[in-house]
């Protein structure tokens, strides 16, 4: 079972890497998205008053990762009774649909280029698509500023944490994982529409990723060994600045990437119009460049390779 585990996640991972994310209609975490919806307008009433609004926020959490799981446990086990190749295609297709190796590259990439190439409207528009902040008006140094934190977030949420669930529980948990944090990507708010409704969702988002945020705290040190990066740095950035961050998870992932980097990440931000200020992660001293943006995806691919070849090392010797 620990090998059979393993290959599948081998295979997902490599996969990924391949093809990414492709624009299926009924791609997995597409159709979790469209459940969200639609419970979201049989739950969430304009009438109800706050508790009444967390309490079906937390029946909405529920339902869905109830409903990824166990719908996800009866598609792969179906699928190795008709055939144990068909069960492996499944899982692994399952398995890769939970990560984002490729589409956080791809992403960070053409951002790099356009700012790279001068075309800054370009950058904007490609960073608007992975951060939340607005994008219209960011600097240079803004926009890279901004695509490091999303590099150094997505990391931990994107890869860390559902190749750990994967390789805890298969596809059924990568999956749940992947549900629950697409939950917080879209209710998981603290504005007037979602701050109520959206708890239960951004408060379990924190608990799955709370272990996967500390173990890339130590995958990251190490991948600057391989990368000739701080690793000395990039720890003292974790102990220092990573409980600074107003998200228990997020700021122990930026603070680390920031000192590997030798940059200077946090400050004032805008999100729909409103300033926010995010305290400083990581030492001054260091102008941000492309290379940077470069530099911290080599930090996320390095540390998905780790965690796949430390994760299977674990899982196969475990007693």
Same mark, same amino acid.
Not at 5 to 33: E, K, N, Q, T, Y
Not at 67 to 96: D, N, Q
Not at 176 to 204: C, E, P, Q
Not at 222 to 242: H, Q, T
């Given at each position: 079972?620990?090998?059979?585990?393993?290959?599948?996640?081998?295979?997902?991972?490599?996969?990924?890497?391949?093809?990414?994310?492709?624009?299926?209609?009924?791609?997995?975490?597409?159709?979790?998205?469209?459940?969200?919806?639609?419970?979201?307008?049989?739950? $969430?009433?304009? =009438? !109800?008053?706050? /508790?009444?609004?967390?309490?079906?926020? @937390? +029946?909405?959490?529920?339902?869905?990762?109830?409903?990824?799981?166990?719908?996800?446990?009866?598609?792969?086990?179906?699928?190795?009774?008709?055939?144990?190749?068909?069960?492996?295609?499944?899982?692994?297709?399952?398995?890769?649909?939970?990560?984002?190796?490729?589409d956080l590259k791809r992403s960070a990439e053409n951002i790099a280029a356009a700012v790279g190439g001068g075309r800054l409207d370009d950058a904007r528009l490609y960073a608007s698509q992975i951060v939340g902040r607005d994008t219209h008006d960011l600097s240079q140094e803004?926009?890279?500023?901004?695509?490091?934190?999303?590099?150094?977030?997505?990391?931990?949420?994107?890869?860390?944490?559902?190749?750990?669930?994967?390789?805890?529980?298969?596809?059924?948990?990568?999956?749940?994982?992947?549900?629950?944090?697409?939950?917080?990507?879209?209710?998981?708010?603290?504005?007037? $529409?979602?701050? =109520? !409704?959206?708890? /239960?969702?951004?408060?379990?988002?924190? @608990? +799955?990723?709370?272990?996967p945020a500390r173990i890339n705290a130590v995958l990251v040190p190490l991948a600057c060994f391989a990368l000739r990066k701080n690793s000395r740095e990039s720890l003292a950035a974790i102990i220092r600045d990573g409980k600074r961050h107003p998200s228990p998870n997020s700021?122990?992932?930026?603070?680390?990437?920031?000192?590997?980097?030798?940059?200077?990440?946090?400050?004032?931000?805008?999100?729909?119009?409103?300033?926010?200020?995010?305290?400083?992660?990581?030492?001054?001293?260091?102008?941000?460049?492309?290379?940077?943006?470069?530099?911290?995806?080599?930090?996320?691919?390095?540390?998905?390779?780790?965690?796949?070849?430390?994760?299977?090392?674990?899982?196969?010797?475990?007693?």
């Amino acid at each position: 079972m620990k090998t059979y585990i393993v290959f599948h996640i081998i295979l997902a991972f490599m996969l990924d890497l391949m093809i990414g994310d492709p624009a299926w209609s009924i791609h997995p975490v597409r159709l979790i998205g469209r459940l969200i919806e639609s419970l979201e307008r049989y739950l $969430k009433k304009p =009438d !109800f008053s706050a /508790a009444k609004n967390k309490i079906f926020g @937390v +029946l909405l959490v529920l339902l869905v990762c109830l409903t990824v799981f166990f719908s996800t446990y009866l598609l792969v086990t179906l699928a190795m009774t008709v055939h144990p190749l068909l069960g492996i295609a499944v899982s692994v297709i399952l398995i890769c649909s939970s990560f984002a190796v490729k589409d956080l590259k791809r992403s960070a990439e053409n951002i790099a280029a356009a700012v790279g190439g001068g075309r800054l409207d370009d950058a904007r528009l490609y960073a608007s698509q992975i951060v939340g902040r607005d994008t219209h008006d960011l600097s240079q140094e803004q926009i890279i500023r901004a695509s490091i934190e999303s590099v150094a977030e997505s990391t931990v949420d994107g890869i860390i944490a559902p190749i750990f669930y994967a390789f805890i529980g298969g596809a059924p948990l990568a999956m749940l994982y992947r549900a629950t944090n697409t939950m917080d990507s879209m209710i998981g708010y603290k504005n007037s $529409k979602y701050v =109520d !409704f959206g708890w /239960a969702a951004a408060r379990f988002d924190d @608990v +799955l990723n709370f272990v996967p945020a500390r173990i890339n705290a130590v995958l990251v040190p190490l991948a600057c060994f391989a990368l000739r990066k701080n690793s000395r740095e990039s720890l003292a950035a974790i102990i220092r600045d990573g409980k600074r961050h107003p998200s228990p998870n997020s700021g122990i992932a930026e603070a680390a990437f920031a000192g590997a980097l030798g940059v200077q990440l946090g400050g004032e931000s805008t999100y729909d119009g409103v300033p926010h200020f995010k305290p400083y992660l990581g030492s001054a001293g260091t102008l941000l460049d492309v290379s940077h943006i470069r530099g911290a995806i080599h930090l996320s691919i390095v540390c998905a390779t780790t965690m796949i070849a430390l994760g299977s090392l674990v899982l196969l010797t475990a007693q």
